[in-house]
Structure formats: C-alpha cells, structure tokens
C-alpha cells in the first residue's frame, strides 16, 4: 500500500503541465497561423490579379494602350493587396503585342510572438499571358 501512495504522489500535477503545454504549442501556432495566412493569400491573390492584368492587355482592342491597362491593373491590384511600395515592378511588351509583368518582393512575417523568430516571405512571380487569345 505504500508503494501505491509513492506512485500516487509522483504523479500529482501532470495533466496541468499537459494542459499547460498543449495550450502552449496552440497559442504559437495560432499566432503563426494569424501572421502568416493574411501574407500567402494577399500574394496569392496578387498572383491571379497580375494573371489578368497582363489577358486585359493581350485583348485591349482599338485606340486603348494594352501598357497602359496592364500597368494601372498590377499598380491598383499592388494597393489592394499590401504590396511594398519598394516592390520590383516591370512591365514589358514582349513580341507579338504580348505584355509579362513583373513583379518581386520580401515580407517579414511574425511566426513566433513578440519577434523571437521571423520567417521571410518572398514573392517573385511573372505573368505571362497563355491560353486561346495567343493562338493565331
């Protein structure tokens, strides 16, 4: 009976630590999950919007300046998305009346709170029109 008091007692405590450190390895990954969600998407979403910008231009049909629509597209998309403004913008017709964006830059992102550790997020990405309106 002895012995089962001593095991009794060397075990007392141990599901608050458990509880404590699961609490523990939730909070950071939903921190890290809060940090870095909003960035991938923005990004993701950057990705598409430059994907139609550079289509918009390829079918500008008429007096309208296909330039002129993909780089007003990509900057407005650029503000709607939380771009840096020290992001690396270019634009260029390519021949055939085919216009790439491109577009590269870096964000710090808060894995771990209070700054301990930030993971570097790098978007660089080139639009290219594909698809049916290149087939001639």
Do not use: C, W
């Not at 075990?11 to 960035?39: D, T």
């Amino acid at each position: 009976m002895n012995n089962l008091q001593n095991v009794r007692n060397s075990q007392s405590g141990s599901a608050g630590v458990k509880f404590l450190m699961a609490a523990l390895v939730l909070f950071v990954v939903g921190n890290a999950a809060i940090n870095y969600i909003p960035v991938a998407y923005d990004g993701a979403s950057f990705k598409q919007e430059m994907d139609t910008a550079v289509v918009k231009g390829l079918a500008a049909a008429g007096h309208m300046k296909p330039m002129d629509i993909v780089t007003g597209s990509v900057r407005r998309a650029a503000t709607d998305y939380n771009v840096p403004a020290d992001a690396l913008v270019e634009i260029k017709a390519e021949g055939a009346g085919v216009i790439t964006a491109h577009v590269a830059y870096t964000k710090q992102v808060n894995i771990l709170p209070f700054g301990i550790y930030k993971y570097t997020y790098n978007f660089d990405y080139v639009a290219k029109p594909v698809g049916y309106l290149l087939k001639g």
